[in-house]
């Protein structure tokens, strides 16, 4: 409720599709966890076909994190998504390519998020990249490499613009 000033009550909360997805996401993401794949994926199915939002079972979801909007939203297996993230519609957190898992990355193809992020509409976030703490990354942006704490990512072309101080 405090993420998203149009809610007047929180009653209005439960008909969020955000509120569904991070529900659906919760049950299936348990199921993946036990190693129930087919029925953690089936539930992710329906949950993308409810709200418009695709999280695989597979990925991680912090704490608070609201999902504005969230038509389009896709959260590939292996995204780590920290807490107090807003993600708007349109946003995804994808993979590059498959790799050999080994030692140093497990398998990791997808973003890995951290707290208090905040994605804009259409933000393309693509391999195994890190987006530091209190990051906000601008509507349209594809986003391929790691991206220091605080700073903000804009178009045309995608800069990195430090805080100081």
Known sequence: ????????????IILYPS??????HKLAHF???CKLFFLARLISQIAR????I?????????RRVFFDHGMGIVI???AIVGDDCIIFHGVTLGGLASKKPNKTNNN???????????LGAGAKLLGDITIGENVKVGANCVVVEDIPDNATV????????????
Do not use: M
């Open 31 to 33: 199921l993946y966890k």
């Open 49 to 52: 076909f409810l709200t418009g």
């Open 19 to 24: 509120f569904h997805a991070i529900i659906y």
């Open 54 to 62: 695709e999280i695989h079972p597979g990925s991680t979801l912090g």
């Open 154 to 165: 804009v178009l045309p072309k995608p800069r990195i613009i430090l805080k100081q101080g």
């Open 76 to 78: 590939g297996e292996t």
């Open 108 to 118: 990791k193809r997808h973003p890995t998020i951290k707290n208090n992020v905040l």
């Open 1 to 12: 409720q405090r993420k998203d000033p149009a809610v007047k009550s929180k009653f209005e």
